[in-house]
């Protein structure tokens, strides 16, 4: 009888003491994988498996293994090459190897026969990516971060460099970053920085009496920013800031459409047609998720006549092209993550990734310009870059147009509080690697997509 792989890795713990069983160990029929087999590899590794008949119960003559029968599929559904090693003379274990050609989820069946049973278990292969990500240590912590390519970093209400120098702050606005402008947004007014590499400089200014920023998009001579109730445009036309009048979009019936304490929506963009996801509360006790289109009317963000796309699940991360919906618990059961693309025609559901609940989600920070999904991994790394490497291993789910599907990249081992926006992933490095015991960062650069 195959047994649920849950089940299969507590059972034989459960079932050593039954009353009855003579000294030595009893086979029943089924198959196990060990518990510390690792559920992710890297792309080009040799993975390794082990398998054992599971103990359950006791018969008078138990069933002896004498061949293990293997079967491993690639993402695209079709079978690989895997090499069986199996011994006879020891029948209480066995191996799987096989090596992930590309990013993807492979499905591994095994039995061992003639016990009957079979075990399915699925591995992520990630693409190798961490010699790409040009790693440096910041000396300060942060929740949000961002820079201009000129070397100024935006961290929660601070402008820094990078030997923590403050250049500018904010007690109650936030920063957003485009090349090498710096956007201020405060309640009253927003502000438009350019970074010369040593300081600086204020280029124009625009009141306003909208309220605090809960979501953005910028560019380096345009910023759209979302308020509890309104939406507004303000551009740099060389000179200064000008802005169109507001545009009122909540009529008090949208929450949160992420996390407790996230914004009130989130705005999102392909080309001139611009969406606001936000949860709408038609009844008290009935939620739905939507996004509604927008488009610029001579200098004005206008609602369309296209109808809001409805759509389900947790936002796990937002960027202008879309957002990363989870759906399933994201604790001790599987998690579905899906990328959904903003497009002219509404929201489009592109592809989804089922992920072991050993994968874990960290935090999404709703209060950056974007959030991109991080997901940790506490399992042992089959070919990792370094044997030394220690979990969490952090890895990033990256859409695969060419394919049509969400791979997995992996980029560094050993952070804590893993976080990504816009082009930068950051955390705690394992120790302090700054010498003087204060909070320090280590940064990686993302790299870009693959064709």
Not at 142 to 166: K, Q
């Amino acid at each position: 009888m195959a047994l649920p792989w849950k089940r299969l890795l507590t059972l034989p713990l459960l079932l050593a003491s039954l009353p009855g069983c003579p000294s030595g160990q009893c086979l029943n029929e089924g198959t196990q994988v060990q518990p510390l087999t690792p559920a992710l590899t890297l792309v080009g590794a040799r993975t390794n498996l082990s398998l054992s008949p599971l103990l359950l119960g006791c018969e008078e003559a138990p069933k002896t293994p004498s061949s293990l029968l293997v079967d491993v599929q690639g993402p695209d559904g079709q079978p690989i090459e895997a090499e069986t090693r199996f011994d006879p003379a020891q029948p209480l274990s066995g191996a799987i190897a096989f090596t992930a050609g590309e990013a993807g989820s492979y499905r591994l069946r095994g039995a061992f026969e003639p016990l009957g049973g079979s075990m399915l278990y699925d591995i992520h292969a990630a693409r190798d990516r961490s010699a790409e990500t040009q790693p440096r240590t910041l000396p300060f912590g942060c929740d949000a971060l961002e820079a201009t390519t000129r070397g100024a970093w935006t961290c929660g209400p601070f402008v820094l460099r990078e030997d923590g120098t403050r250049v500018l702050t904010t007690p109650q606005g936030r920063f957003a970053v485009a090349g090498d402008v710096v956007w201020l947004m405060e309640p009253e007014r927003i502000q438009r920085y350019v970074d010369t590499g040593t300081a600086l400089t204020l280029t124009g200014t625009w009141a306003h009496t909208q309220g605090k920023v809960e979501s953005l998009l910028a560019t380096e001579d345009e910023l759209i920013t979302l308020h509890a109730e309104t939406l507004q445009r303000v551009t740099f036309d060389g000179t200064g800031l000008t802005g169109g009048a507001p545009t009122l979009w909540n009529t008090g019936l949208a929450v949160s459409p992420a996390r407790a304490g996230g914004p009130t929506g989130l705005l999102l963009r392909v080309g001139n047609t611009l969406a606001i996801a936000a949860r709408v509360l038609p009844r008290a006790s009935s939620y739905a998720n939507e996004a509604c289109p927008y488009t610029l009317v001579n200098g004005r963000l206008e609602r369309t006549a296209t109808p809001c796309t409805p759509f389900e699940g947790t936002v796990e991360g937002f960027e202008p092209g879309g957002l990363w919906l989870r759906n399933g618990s994201g604790g001790l059961g599987p998690m579905l993550l899906g990328w959904h693309a903003w497009t002219e025609a509404g929201l489009v559901q592109r592809a989804t990734l089922s992920l072991p609940w050993n994968l874990a989600q960290d935090t999404a920070q709703q209060r950056s310009p974007s959030v991109s999904p991080v997901l940790a991994s506490p399992q042992l790394l089959s070919g990792a870059p370094r044997p030394s490497l220690a979990p969490p291993h952090v890895l990033r789910p990256v859409y695969d147009a060419a394919r049509q599907r969400i791979v997995l990249e992996y980029l560094d081992s050993g952070l804590s509080g893993a976080r990504a926006s816009g082009k930068l992933l950051w955390g705690t490095p394992p120790r302090d690697s700054t010498g003087t015991g204060l909070p320090s960062l280590r940064v990686l650069t993302l790299p870009p997509a693959l064709p």
